[in-house]
């Protein structure tokens, strides 16, 4: 098993593949999402290249509740990390946004993912979510949308 997260307890994964290049689990934040994490070692991890290409390290396919993350980052990234990626990701669901994002679908599922992992207790993975937030959009632009998000 490959040191995916910089984690001590791995055991945070449910029913993990015996193959080391894809791992199944159900998300930390909303056990009703699945986690599956590709490597590059993955047979099929070349049809599922465009998409981490097209939107970063993970992605959810919204009718099936499936978060896919990209296994050939996971050396940089730590648990929290993760959890961010998956808090933004089921924003997107939340809030029922479809197809290629907007910029502004962007921050909305931002805003979303900070709430929720405040919400539960994760905040070094909000931090990581917010820094990215800030790093990318104005207070403006913030503010206004967390007022309509957060109502």
């Known amino acids: 098993m490959k040191n995916i997260f910089k984690i001590k307890n791995i055991s945070q994964f449910i029913n993990e593949s015996d193959d080391d290049s894809?791992?199944?689990?159900r998300s930390q934040i909303d056990k009703s999402f699945q986690l599956i994490i590709l490597y590059p070692e993955y047979d099929k991890y070349?049809?599922?290249k465009k998409f981490?290409?097209?939107?970063?390290?993970?992605?959810?396919?919204?009718?099936?509740?499936?978060?896919?993350i990209d296994g050939s980052q996971m050396e940089d990234l730590t648990f929290d990390h993760l959890l961010a990626i998956q808090?933004?990701?089921?924003g997107h669901y939340k809030l029922k946004h479809k197809g290629n994002y907007s910029r502004a679908q962007e921050l909305e599922a931002d805003i979303y993912g900070i709430d929720t992992l405040n919400r539960l207790g994760h905040t070094k993975a909000a931090e990581f979510l917010s820094d990215r937030m800030y790093g990318m959009y104005t207070k403006?632009?913030?503010?206004?949308?967390?007022d309509k998000i957060l109502k």
Request: aromatic share 14%; no cysteine; net charge positive.
């Open 140 to 146: 403006k632009e913030i503010d206004t949308k967390r």
């Open 22 to 25: 894809i791992i199944f689990s």
């Open 52 to 68: 981490f290409d097209a939107h970063g390290l993970g992605f959810i396919d919204v009718r099936k509740k499936i978060i896919y």
């Open 87 to 90: 808090a933004h990701e089921i």
């Open 46 to 48: 070349s049809l599922f």
